[in-house]
T-cell receptor
């Protein structure tokens, strides 16, 4: 079965712009969680959505937001981009939730902010 | 916060067992310990998880101390393809993953 798909794979933005990233989970998975990975901070949890509801949130400013649709696809949005937002953004899907079982990760979206 | 501590890097000879330690001293009684690995900035890959008992699957074994303050991931016969960053993950507030800094395992021929 198809894995987790993230689009776009690479993108370049400038400071002050906004960006939307998309994640299509494995069919049947209702949980989608998002992570930011940078060389300095490592992998950090952003938030998790389960059945269209945000269930958990990490310690990120309000510029980072997300949503989940009825087909479990999820988007995350970053507004007013800053240089420090340059990172690999990963999403993961699971059947039961981010803390209840195996996470299946996508290949990530690499964002560069100039 | 249930945070994990891992050595930044380790070397292992090909064919030998790789033993990767992790400290998770603030983990609570009902929180699982998960191990993932990441190769070349690909998405992390699940390896194994456990609560109290030792666990084994086709990829690895997980040894958890009785007090649950630390664990060890064992790759029984490391290959060059096992070169990766290994993350020991504890949960804080069930359903939130906290990724530590990971251990870069270098498997050498």
């Amino acid at each position: 079965k198809a894995g987790v798909t993230q689009t776009p794979r690479y993108l370049i933005k400038t400071r002050g712009q906004q960006v939307t990233l998309s994640c299509s989970p494995i069919s049947g998975h209702r949980s989608v969680s998002w992570y930011q990975q940078t060389p300095g901070q490592g992998l950090q949890f952003l938030f998790e959505y389960f059945s269209e509801t945000q269930r958990n949130k990490g310690n990120f400013p309000g510029r980072f937001s997300g949503r989940q649709f009825s087909n479990s696809r999820s988007e995350m949005n970053v507004s007013t981009l800053e240089l420090g937002d340059s990172a690999l953004y990963l999403c993961a899907s699971s059947l039961q939730g981010a803390g209840a079982g195996e996470l299946f990760f996508g290949e990530g979206s690499r964002l560069t902010v100039l | 916060d249930a945070k994990t501590t891992q050595p930044p890097s380790m070397d292992c000879a090909e064919g030998r067992a790789a033993n990767l330690p992790c400290n998770h001293s603030t983990i609570s009684g009902n929180e699982y310990v998960y191990w993932y690995r990441q190769i070349h900035s690909q998405g992390p890959q699940y390896i194994i998880h456990g609560l109290k008992n030792n666990e084994t699957n086709e990829m690895a074994s997980l040894i958890i101390t009785e007090d649950r303050k630390s664990s060890t991931l064992i790759l029984p016969h490391a290959t060059l393809r096992d070169t990766a960053v290994y993350y020991c993950i504890g949960l804080y507030n069930f359903n939130k993953f906290y990724f530590g800094s990971g251990t870069k395992l270098n498997v050498k021929p």
